[in-house]
Nanobody, 125 residues
Framework: VQLVESGGGLVQPGGSLRLSCAAS????????IAWFRQAPGKERESVSI????????YIADSVQGRFTISRDSAKSTVYLQMNNLKPEDTAVYYC???????????????????WGQGTQVTVSS
């Protein structure tokens, strides 16, 4: 079982990136997939969540209107489209999965069973 993130990089303020989270070894259909981020000296925070079973989504207030989460079940991949990036979006972004049908927003971070290795996003001019 593995989650692999990709798509991070250096981008100027106002730019866009699309992160990918590819799952292998299990089907996403029965999992909640979340994107977290962690900036230096800060706690890991949830950014966006998608329920693979019903497609419902959650976007944190801090990125509402700028970030979009989606999934491609055929590719076992979840995406995080990030637009109008700001310097405060700079962080390591992680995807994580936990077995759950339907949407639950406040799953404790420790209940996510699978984690990717993270991908660095740096927003700077």
């Amino acid at each position: 079982v593995q989650l692999v993130e990709s798509g991070g990089g250096l981008v100027q303020p106002g730019g866009s990136l699309r992160l990918s989270c590819a799952a292998s070894g299990f089907t996403l259909d029965y999992y909640i997939i979340a994107w977290f981020r962690q900036a230096p000296g800060k706690e890991r925070e949830s950014v966006s969540i998608i329920s693979s079973s019903d497609g419902s989504t959650y976007i944190a207030d801090s990125v509402q209107g700028r970030f979009t989460i989606s999934r491609d079940s055929a590719k076992s991949t979840v995406y995080l489209q990030m637009n109008n990036l700001k310097p405060e979006d700079t962080a390591v972004y992680y995807c994580a999965a936990t077995y759950h049908l339907g949407m639950v927003v406040d799953i404790p971070i420790g209940d996510y069973n699978y984690w990717g290795q993270g991908t660095q996003v740096t927003v700077s001019s």
